[in-house]
T-cell receptor, first 114, second 112 residues
Framework: DAGVIQSPRHEVTEMGQEVTLRCKPI?????LFWYRQTMMRGLELLIY????????DSGMPEDRFSAKMPNASFSTLKIQPSEPRDSAVYFC????????????FGEGSRLTVL | KQEVTQIPAALSVPEGENLVLNCSFT??????LQWFRQDPGKGLTSLLL?????REQTSGRLNASLDKSSGRSTLYIAASQPGDSATYLC???????????FGTGTSLTVIP
């Protein structure tokens, strides 16, 4: 299996622009998580899905952030409009459905907003 | 709310030494605990997963233990190597909310 695949690996954009991050979970995994990692705040859960349905989005910072999972093999995290404080590494992770499965991470998308 | 703590934040040891990394959590109502490794600029790599009913798991030179009642886990690394240098994070899956709660990690440097 190719593991969790994220794109782009690096994104540099200007303040106010729309940013879309993409994730392909491991085949057969029913739970998908989006995390943000910064030096100051560590790893933060933004949102997670079970069977393509958002379960908890309380970690989404504000309305500028949105996430979708249109099918079992694809998810997007969108920021519109982007701000410099959104600069971070965004990780996608997946696991088999249920509470007992092992969590697997993608390589991350490093976002820089100028 | 579940809180996960990892002490120390940084650790430096000479090559060949055996070492222990610590993880503590405040709520013992967990499904499992997972140890990860993160290299600079990379994602988190799963090392070991311990279910709440288990006491320990082993993989090669790594051994992780879990004492749920006291809210503690340790990751033991035998015969450390420079390639073990990385940040090690632990995470628990809380029964309440079925979410992962991560520690802030221990940055390990193994000196050749």
């Amino acid at each position: 299996d190719a593991g969790v695949i994220q794109s782009p690996r690096h994104e540099v954009t200007e303040m106010g622009q729309e940013v879309t991050l993409r994730c392909k979970p491991i085949s057969g995994h029913n739970s998908l998580f989006w995390y943000r990692q910064t030096m100051m705040r560590g790893l933060e859960l933004l949102i997670y899905f079970n069977n393509n349905v958002p379960i908890d989005d309380s970690g989404m910072p504000e309305d500028r952030f949105s996430a979708k999972m249109p099918n079992a093999s694809f998810s997007t995290l969108k920021i519109q409009p982007s701000e410099p404080r959104d600069s971070a590494v965004y990780f996608c992770a997946s696991r088999e459905q249920g509470a007992f499965g092992e969590l697997f991470f993608g390589e991350g998308s490093r976002l820089t907003v100028l | 709310k579940q809180e996960v703590t990892q002490i120390p934040a940084a650790l430096s040891v000479p090559e060949g030494e055996n070492l222990v990394l610590n993880c503590s959590f405040t709520d013992s109502a967990i499904y499992n605990l997972q140890w990860f490794r993160q290299d600079p600029g990379k994602g988190l790599t799963s090392l070991l997963l311990i279910q709440s009913s288990q006491r320990e798991q082993t993989s090669g030179r790594l051994n992780a233990s879990l004492d749920k009642s006291s809210g503690r886990s340790t990751l033991y690394i035998a015969a450390s190597q420079p390639g073990d240098s990385a940040t090690y994070l632990c995470a628990v899956v809380a029964m309440a909310g079925n979410q992962f709660y991560f520690g802030t990690g221990t940055s390990l440097t193994v000196i050749p």
